[in-house]
């Protein structure tokens, strides 16, 4: 099963920072993420946001998938916090 590493841009113009390594838990969408992940080992976030000029839903078909972080650096709660903290999630 393969792996996806993200990697966040803290501010404009810095370089990407480590933020998690993830597999899937769902089993039911497994083989969707053997497939993201054979494309992209690697995923930088950059500019995120949850601003609606961002989302384009009518162009783009969304399919979640659950993951869990398996570096046991424990980087994503801190994420999601900062974003809660931000109103972006």
């Known amino acids: 099963m ?3 590493e993200f990697r966040l841009i803290p501010t404009p113009g ?3 920072e480590f933020l998690a390594a993830v597999e899937p838990i769902e089993k039911g969408n ?3 993420f053997q497939s993201i992940a054979s494309r ?3 995923i930088v976030l950059e500019g995120y946001t949850r601003d609606s000029w961002a989302l384009d839903t009518a162009a783009t078909k969304w399919t979640p998938i659950q993951v869990e972080s398996i570096d046991g650096r424990k980087k994503v709660p801190g994420f999601v ?3 809660h ?3 972006k999630r």
């Open 30 to 32: 497994k083989k969707l």
């Open 81 to 83: 916090d900062y974003l």
């Open 85 to 87: 903290e931000r109103k």
């Open 40 to 42: 992209n080992k690697i």
């Open 2 to 4: 393969g792996t996806i």
């Open 14 to 16: 810095a370089k990407p």
